[in-house]
């Protein structure tokens, strides 16, 4: 697991060094850096993916690696976009932009050359110089940013739709969802009759197969949802639609997605996304909350406290007091360890420098501190309306 995120000049971040847990909780308010945090994850992600973190320049017949800015994870631009805003360049010195991460098994660091124009930024330093790449499943390392099984889904999620994208190498092969859950309706139709691996993330009133267990947790957002992912005939194109339980009998209509409640298609990602959670393997989720009720958020903090218990390590980014109660109450009734849970809470000074703050959970569930602006918003309405 990677217990450390070290960020030096890169956006948000002149410094910062982030603990990690197997399941950490990034909260603040908007433009304070819980994004940075994830995207030099998924920039890391991405160059390895592209076979640019194993060397650099510096060794005797390696190739010069870098950090792709712009790929299929993460879009930044170019250099002058991701530098931090208050690096002094007066003095004439090349800045780098540096991430580091740490493991049990030792501390793995890179440093990029800036260019202002530049949207491939060559790495200056790498410790050590060779990263394990993506290859198979048995190839499973600490470093769970680059195992099998990797998930990144963004807070700007794929909207309903008539029809989503059929793609054998990202659904089948890789068995990626994209960052938008583009390919979550591809991936759910052909792996639809697989188990669900972990009996910690299977939902009481289901089976073990994955669109059993896909449609009961998404009941805990619309009650009776049924699910149905299928392929149109001499396209690259799949279909999804949902039809919903009667008088405990199917309507005989099956609906479009762009003819249900908004919250349905732009939550399935995050639902097989946990579901399909691996040992070793690392989920970056944004916004789960994002369009679903009050319930239905807490019944997603649940899944994703059982995706980390099922092994995976899990970050999230959340503005829901809903998320954090449901980590909280994981905690409480032992789904969860109160040691693998990190939470931290982002905010930007009155001078723009980022404050991180992190509260530990009890095993009650219970916290260490609520620092100002920390999910009081409501006790703060609520003592000015019995004011």
């Not at 197997?22 to 992600?45: C, E, P």
């Not at 098994?105 to 790449?133: H, I, K, N, Q």
């Not at 739709?161 to 938008?180: D, K």
């Not at 679903?292 to 997603?300: L, Y």
Request: hydrophobic residues 35%; negative net charge; glycine residues 10%.
């Amino acid at each position: 697991m990677i217990d450390r995120l070290s960020i030096t000049n890169f956006k948000a971040f002149a410094s910062a060094n982030i603990p990690l847990g197997h399941y950490t909780l990034l909260s603040g308010l908007n433009s304070s850096g819980k994004s940075t945090v994830l995207q030099a994850i998924a920039l890391l992600r991405q160059a390895n993916a592209a076979g640019l973190l194993d060397d650099y320049g510096d060794y005797p017949d390696s190739r010069p690696g870098g950090l792709p800015l712009n790929g299929e994870l993460v879009e930044l631009g170019t250099g002058q976009d991701i530098l931090h805003e208050d690096y002094d360049t007066k003095d004439g010195k090349n800045p780098e932009i540096g991430f580091g991460l740490g493991t049990d098994s030792g501390s793995y660091e890179w440093r990029a050359g800036y260019g202002r124009e530049d949207d491939l930024l060559s790495l200056t330093f790498c410790e050590p110089p060779t990263v394990f790449r993506e290859a198979n499943p048995e190839d499973e390392t600490d470093l769970t940013l680059f195992n099998p099984g990797f998930q990144y889904l963004r807070a700007d999620r794929i909207n309903p739709a008539a029809t989503y994208p059929r793609s054998h190498e990202m659904s089948v092969r890789r068995g990626f969802l994209g960052t938008r859950g583009e390919y979550t309706t591809d991936y759910l139709r052909h792996y639809q009759d697989r188990a669900v691996a972990s009996a910690r993330l299977h939902h009481p009133r289901a089976s073990p197969r994955l669109l059993d267990q896909a449609e009961a947790w998404m009941g805990e957002i619309c009650p009776g949802v049924k699910i149905e992912a299928t392929a149109i005939e001499q396209t690259d194109l799949v279909r999804l639609g949902f039809q919903f339980t009667r008088h405990r009998r199917l309507t005989t209509n099956q609906r479009r997605p762009t003819n249900v409640g908004f919250g349905l298609t732009y939550v399935l990602p995050i639902v097989i996304a946990c579901l399909t959670a691996q040992p070793g393997s690392m989920i970056l989720l944004e916004n789960p909350e994002a369009h679903v009720h009050p319930q239905g958020q807490s019944a997603m903090a649940k899944l994703t406290c059982a995706a980390a218990a099922a092994g995976a390590q899990v970050i999230v980014e959340t503005h829901s007091d809903h998320i954090l109660n449901g980590v909280r109450l994981s905690v409480k009734r032992g789904l969860l360890s109160a040691g693998d849970v990190r939470l931290h809470y982002f905010q930007r000074d009155a001078d723009g420098i980022i404050e991180i703050t992190s509260p530990v959970i009890g095993s009650d569930g219970m916290l260490s501190h609520w620092p100002p602006g920390f999910f009081d918003e409501w006790d703060r309405s609520l003592d000015q309306l019995l004011d």
